[in-house]
């Protein structure tokens, strides 16, 4: 059983930057994909940016491209996501998740993690 433990979010301004880690543990993840999603209430889970375990291929939501990026310690079973020139719109609580043997197609697919981080709050002030 794999289990994810996130740093915690903070209350930033616009145009400040932000790190949030993932610590992942309960067994090896060669065949696992990594990602962050971001949830605001009374809106639809929202896909962030994903990595693959093995080889370190990423994807990235247009509305972060270029401001954020994902990344691993495979040694450390950590994944992290910087955040830069946050807006007030990336404003949200942000979940690190899981999933296994995963087709890198579907990598923007929620229902396609079996683990799911505690999640933290995120709030870029204007």
């Known amino acids: 059983q794999v289990q994810l433990v996130e740093s915690v979010g903070g209350l930033v301004q616009t145009g400040a930057s932000l790190g949030l880690s993932c610590a992942a543990s309960?067994?090896?993840?060669?065949?696992?994909?990594m990602c962050w999603f971001r949830q605001v209430p009374g809106k639809a889970r929202e896909f962030v940016a994903a990595?693959?375990?093995?080889?370190?291929?990423?994807r990235y939501a247009d509305s972060v491209k270029g401001r954020f990026t994902v990344s691993k310690d495979t040694a450390k079973k950590m994944v992290y996501i910087q955040k830069n020139s946050l807006k007030p719109e990336d404003t949200a609580v942000y979940y690190c998740?899981?999933?296994?043997?995963?087709?890198?197609?579907?990598?923007?697919?929620?229902?396609?993690?079996?683990?799911w981080g505690q999640g933290n709050q995120v709030t870029v002030s204007s």
């Open positions: 990595i693959r375990w093995s080889g370190g291929s990423t």
């Open positions: 998740a899981a999933g296994a043997r995963l087709i890198w197609s579907t990598y923007d697919h929620g229902t396609r993690y079996e683990q």
């Open positions: 309960g067994r090896t993840f060669s065949d696992y994909t």
